[in-house]
């Protein structure tokens, strides 16, 4: 057992050494736990066998290869790790004050050393969406990035995962001078689609031909429900696929939504009330109820941890809400694993624990969710990226003093 | 050669005056002091108050020097506790004249001209983010005071830069007035006092209130005069004008430095500290003699001279024409609070001595502020205020490795790791 | 005594409410729950709670009833006290501040409140059946806070019109202020800066405690002496401490209300004996105006060194979970949003804890109400339910 421990630590510094070169075969095994693979029934006191950064097997009765590492998670409960489907908050700055900036990526502004990845690893967060933010009309492309990591070469899983592009009109604009003025960046963008053979494309339209073809994603935000339409039309008319990234007052397009059949990110603010104006009645609008009702598949944003917040700039907790109001647990789970990992495109490597998927794997001290739970350890690719014994900033929260 | 040399060397001779066997004071002790008795050994002890000893011990109780002298000479009783620093320097704590990094960044009260009510003692802020910095540049006693935005800021408090309560680390409050003569605290909004005129005129008759007020309760203290009403506005002026404080008056150039000897201290009678100083106020050194006025010059340190061109370091100019009380200060935020021996080290680049400006950190402020009886030298029965440096303080090279403030150590270079 | 007293304040109302409530409304129930905090000792588990007109009349594992009376079964549910926000700016009309002057004690919150106002529904759906609704902290002494229901009858609701005294120990009143540029304005005058803060009081205090012609001079005296809570946003520790040495020069004791940086120094506030209303809680971003570091476990080391906490500023039921999951024990985490607020606004005969005499505010949780997610089956005020959920946690929407 000691001696396992002391391994442990071994194997801890070497990685604080190596990280970012991929390593030779290195094996690691955590047993004992209850697994949520969120690819089937729970597991109990099962194993995961790791190899080269991926799953090998997952199963109640696995042989531990001799030289593997063991993590005992004997009590624990383990699960994939969790995926953020839309944020800025990795970024040194979320817009540029361009409007229209499709040739740009969110990698050139990715700052690993932000206080948004500790976040996020003691969060159970291991992989993310870095998305321009929503106040540009084409704000540039997004890459789907893993929360492990001192450099973001080493950490990007989808490079090209897709542009982002707002609704929402600029400063004093309208909106029919805003979606005009997108139709046209569309439009010329198809042609050039349709042209292709006349020779390379202009690179700095080479990202928006892409998502026209329905190569890469468009991340679509709609700030109000008379977005949504417009939104589903574009994507209809320019082939998009499209991802809806939704204001709080979308739910009232919950029903346009469901006929597109395509699954969405709720804003951070899950729970509000409206007043009618005209009746003065107050009404409690909870998004993940609506949405649920109308059969919509979503998953969750968080807000940003720069703002004084109570619980919804932790995406756990969006998914307790959601139990709160009446979603099954499994489902809520799903909704902070395997759907945005679909949704994304990069559901073939995360989302779930399943051999062949990247090994990105978070321990908890309990049933997720509950409000004595944990997270304990946090796994990207392998490796241990996050132990709560050594965080210090935790600690600090706690305790209130450095330690 | 290093400065350390011509500062350290030259004086080996061991002096004996340190009393070596003087009797162990009983200082009466707090019922719960946890403060361990220690003994300090030190290479070599620079005490700012007589000659350096080297081979020395400190002992201290109770947050007191208890005892100071050659090591051959003090006997360390069994239950202190041994601090061995053989190969370093000791020094008293220095002390910051003119600082506003004492607690929250509140300076200024705009809408008054003369503000004797307020006090700045409210806002300590105890080991604050930059006071752990300060204390790591060696400075355990700051002067925290109003700023310079109205003509009387307030009142300001005198504290140490260590941990504690503020009760704890407060040395003095009501600690010293501040007053501002010109160019910050200018009215441009039709009030009287966009001059100099004006500005003194208003002081003046602030000033003349308080005193008034004073009188009225000194009278009817020794029994002359009837029990004045009292007024919070200005209860502070009390020991201002029974000069038990000072007045630090923000103050350069000569015109002004002459309003604040024949206004603040021959006319109101008043305890004057110049702080700043700068400019050409230096031609005013033999009235300030005369009335034996301090000067904490800076953070600017030099002038160059328009009629001759020549660069004139402004501390070596009043120390050459025979100011006694005189050290530096930094306006901390101006120049960062733990650069203060900087200031000092500048000043002996521009002519000062070195001698006279390790006194010019320590003891000569604690004068100027009436504190030499707890602080700014290490001698029997003041505060154990302490530094343990590599070397002459002086030399930029040098640092501070240790710090103990009222007998306790509050940063050490083996367990902080280095702050500064 | 204390309890006799609100026996017969209890039977006063059970009388009077006997003409006022709506006929259709059954008098008397028997609320079976499988746990019962009352906050006066122990969880029963289970427990009944006997309510008649608005009012509960008994309380215990097992209560004796008239043999007519309508019994309903919560099967799995909690039962707890309402929760009570004990510094709150829902429901001020027109603002939270009075920005003509810097010192008015005499002007209290009572007279504008809008009893409509959608956040009372919204604190009463996670809960909050009362708030002790506050001036703002734009003035050095603010005026005076009423305590109110957040559902229910207009001349049920109010329930302690002269509150608490509120105080602005803090930045706050000298942001709004200038100098120098317009000597006309009004804008022109102290505070522009802390120290103007300080000395506004301590100038008030001073006329009031000797008393010296001063504007509501009586009324800062009397709350000085004790004739009502004085409540201090105070949330650094300097405007802490500031707060700890006005306490002693005029001889009051103070109530802290933020306190985001008491933490820092728990053992002198509980020396002193200063209870802290803390709150609003985080967990990311700065809190409060000075953007102090949110500390996540500031309850729970303010309760181990054993000073008096409630929890406040909206959200309770959330700031008591998360209190909870950093380190305050259950019980005080439940007592920082019933019992302790409803002591320090000296309502405690009134509400706070499930007892006979008191009022029949009460909270009914599908589960364990400290867990995420666990949703509020309904809430109770004065003998009525608002709020009624489905099972799962939907909701219907429900004019009042």
């Excluded at chain 1, 982002?164 to 005009?180: D, F, Q, T, V």
């Excluded at chain 2, 607690?103 to 705009?110: C, F, K, Q, R, V």
């Excluded at chain 2, 400075?139 to 925290?144: M, P």
């Excluded at chain 3, 709670?49 to 043999?67: C, L, N, R, T």
Aim: net charge negative; proline share 5%; aromatic share 6%.
């Amino acid at each position: 057992m000691k001696k396992t421990t002391f391994r442990l630590m071994l194997r801890g510094a070497c990685f604080l050494l190596w990280v970012g070169s991929s390593l030779g075969a290195q094996e690691l095994a955590i047993k004992g736990g209850r697994i949520l693979t969120m690819a089937g029934e729970p597991i109990d006191g099962g194993t995961v066998l790791i190899r080269d950064g991926k799953i090998t097997a997952v199963g109640e009765k696995l042989d531990i290869p001799i030289d593997a590492m063991v993590i005992d998670a004997t009590g624990k409960t383990i699960m994939p790790g969790f995926v953020e489907s839309h944020s800025s908050a990795a970024m040194s700055q979320s817009n540029e004050t361009n409007p229209n900036v499709p040739y740009l990526t969110v990698m050139d502004s990715i700052d690993p050393m932000r206080a948004y990845f500790h976040d996020a690893r003691s969060n159970g967060v291991t992989t993310v969406a870095v998305v321009p933010g929503n106040a540009t009309m084409i704000g540039g492309q997004g890459a789907v990035i893993k929360t492990g990591g001192t450099f973001v070469e080493d950490m990007v899983l989808m490079r090209n995962a897709g542009v982002k592009i707002s609704l929402k009109p600029l400063n004093e604009a309208s909106r029919m001078g805003h979606l005009a003025a997108l139709r046209l960046e569309l439009d010329q963008a198809k042609k050039l689609l349709d042209d292709e053979d006349d020779g390379p494309p202009d690179p700095k339209k080479e990202a928006l031909v892409s998502m026209v073809g329905g190569k890469i994603p468009a991340f679509i935000y709609c700030e109000s429900a008379m977005d949504v339409a417009p939104a589903l039309q574009l994507a209809a008319d320019y082939d998009l696929k499209s991802i809806l990234v939704l204001g709080r007052k979308c739910y009232l397009a919950a029903s346009e939504i469901a006929e597109s059949g395509q699954p969405v990110i709720l804003d951070s603010t899950l729970v509000f009330w409206e007043t009618d104006p005209r009746t003065g009645s107050d009404k409690k609008i909870v998004l993940t109820k609506i949405f649920q009702e109308a059969g919509v598949p979503f998953t969750f944003q968080v807000a940003a941890s720069t703002t004084s917040t109570l619980g919804n700039n932790f995406l756990w907790y969006q998914a307790a809400c959601a139990v709160k109001y009446g979603m099954p647990v499994q489902k809520a789970l799903e909704a902070i694993t395997l759907l945005p990992a679909r949704i994304l495109g990069v559901d073939k490597f995360v989302g779930s624990l399943e051999p062949g998927k990247d090994a990105d794997i978070v321990i908890l001290t309990g049933d997720p969710l509950l409000l004595d739970t944990w997270v304990e350890t946090t796994i990207v690719g392998g490796k241990v990226v996050y132990e709560r014994g050594k965080d210090r900033k935790l600690k600090r929260l706690l305790n209130g003093v450095n330690q | 050669m290093t400065r350390r040399s011509t500062l350290g060397i030259r004086n080996l001779t061991i002096a004996a005056f340190f009393g070596c066997l003087v009797a162990v004071q009983a200082a009466a002790a707090p019922p719960k002091d946890d403060r361990p008795p220690l003994a300090i050994l030190v290479g070599k002890i620079l005490t700012c108050a007589g000659e350096p000893v080297t081979n020395g011990t400190i002992l201290i109780k109770a947050g007191k020097i208890e005892a100071l002298g050659l090591r051959s000479e003090i006997t360390i009783p069994p239950e202190y506790q041994v601090i061995d620093q053989s190969s370093r320097f000791a020094m008293p704590g220095l002390i910051e004249a003119h600082s506003h990094v004492g607690g929250s960044g509140d300076l200024n009260e705009m809408v008054y001209q003369t503000n004797p009510e307020l006090r700045n003692w409210d806002q300590v802020i105890p080991h604050n983010e930059r006071l752990k910095v300060a204390l790591a540049g060696g400075v355990t006693t700051i002067c925290f005071i109003p700023g310079s935005g109205t003509n009387m800021g307030g009142f300001g408090a005198l504290m140490k830069t260590g941990p504690g309560a503020p009760e704890d680390v407060i040395l003095r409050a009501p600690g010293v007035l501040k007053i501002a003569q010109a160019g910050n605290p200018e009215r441009r909004g039709g009030e009287t006092g966009s001059g100099r005129m004006g500005m003194n005129y208003v002081v003046r008759q602030q000033l003349a209130e308080g005193r008034e007020y004073v009188e009225k309760w000194d009278a009817f203290e020794d029994g002359s005069g009837p029990e004045p009403d009292l007024d919070l506005r200005l209860e502070n002026f009390k020991p201002l004008f029974r000069r038990e404080i000072p007045v630090v008056v923000h103050t350069q150039q000569y015109q002004v430095i002459q309003s604040t000897i024949r206004m603040l201290h021959d006319e109101m009678k008043l305890k004057v500290v110049i702080d700043h100083g700068t400019f050409d106020s230096y031609k005013l050194t033999d009235e300030l003699v005369r009335r034996n006025i301090p000067v904490m010059a800076g953070p600017r340190g030099f002038l160059r001279d328009r009629d001759t061109g020549l660069l004139m370091g402004i501390v070596s100019e009043y120390d050459r024409r025979g100011i006694s009380i005189l050290g530096v200060n930094t306006d901390a935020p101006v120049i960062p609070q733990e650069e203060l021996f900087f200031q000092a080290s500048m000043a002996v680049r521009y002519g000062w001595s070195e001698e006279r400006a390790i006194l010019g950190l320590t003891i000569q402020v604690a004068k100027a502020l009436m504190i030499e009886d707890r602080v700014g030298s290490l001698e029997v029965g003041k505060d154990a205020d302490i530094l343990i440096t590599t070397g002459s303080i002086l030399d930029p090279r040098h640092y501070v490795t240790q710090v103990f403030v009222d007998g306790r150590s509050v940063y050490d270079v083996k367990k902080d790791r280095r702050r500064f | 005594m204390k309890l006799a007293f609100s026996i017969f304040w209890g039977a006063l109302f059970a009388v009077l409410a006997f003409f006022w409530t709506d006929s259709s409304q059954a008098r008397s129930i028997l609320y079976k729950a499988a746990i019962v905090h009352t906050m006066t000792g122990n969880p029963l588990q289970p427990g009944e709670v006997f309510v008649q007109d608005g009012k509960i009349v008994a309380v215990g594992k097992s209560v004796v009833v008239p043999s007519d009376t309508k019994v309903v079964d919560l099967g799995d549910v909690t039962l707890l006290p309402g929760f009570i926000d004990a510094y709150s700016q829902v429901g001020l009309a027109g603002g939270s501040d009075e920005s003509t002057r810097e010192v008015t004690p005499g002007f209290s919150t009572a007279n504008v409140i809008d009893w409509k106002d959608v956040n009372f529904r919204e604190a009463l759906a996670e809960g909050t059946t009362t708030l002790a609704a506050s001036p703002g902290t734009q003035n050095v002494i603010a005026g005076i806070s009423c305590v109110i229901k957040t559902a229910g009858t207009a001349s049920m609701r109010m329930i302690q019109s002269d509150g608490a005294l509120l105080l602005s120990l803090c930045s706050d009143p000298a942001q709004g202020n200038r100098s120098r540029s317009r000597p006309d304005s009004i804008y022109i005058r102290q505070p522009t800066n802390r120290m103007g803060v300080v000395w506004i009081l301590r100038s008030a205090f001073d006329h009031a405690s000797r008393n010296l012609p001063f504007e509501s001079g009586a009324m800062i005296r009397e709350s000085l002496q004790g004739k009502r809570p004085v409540f201090s946003v105070s949330r650094t520790t300097y405007d802490l401490n500031s707060l700890l040495a006005l306490g002693e020069e005029f001889s009051f004791s103070p109530v802290a209300v933020g306190g985001h940086e008491a933490y820092k120094m728990a053992p002198r506030l509980s020396k002193a004996k200063v209870p802290v209303i803390l709150g609003p809680l985080s967990t990311g971003g700065g809190q409060g105006p000075e953007e102090t570091e949110p500390i996540w476990n500031q309850a729970g080391i303010l309760s181990r060194a054993g000073v008096e906490l409630a929890l406040a500023g909206g959200n309770l039921l959330t700031q008591a979970r998360f209190a909870h999951r950093f380190g305050l024990t259950r019980e005080l985490a439940l007592k920082a949003v019933t019992r302790q607020p409803a002591e320090l606004l000296r309502v405690a005969d009134r509400i706070g804890s499930l007892a006979p005499g008191l009022d029949a505010d009460l909270v009914a949780f599908d589960g364990d109400p400290l867990e995420f997610t666990t949703a509020i089956r309904w809430v109770m005020v004065d003998g009525i339910i608002y709020e009624q959920q489905e099972e799962g946690g939907s909701n219907e929407e429900n004019d009042l």
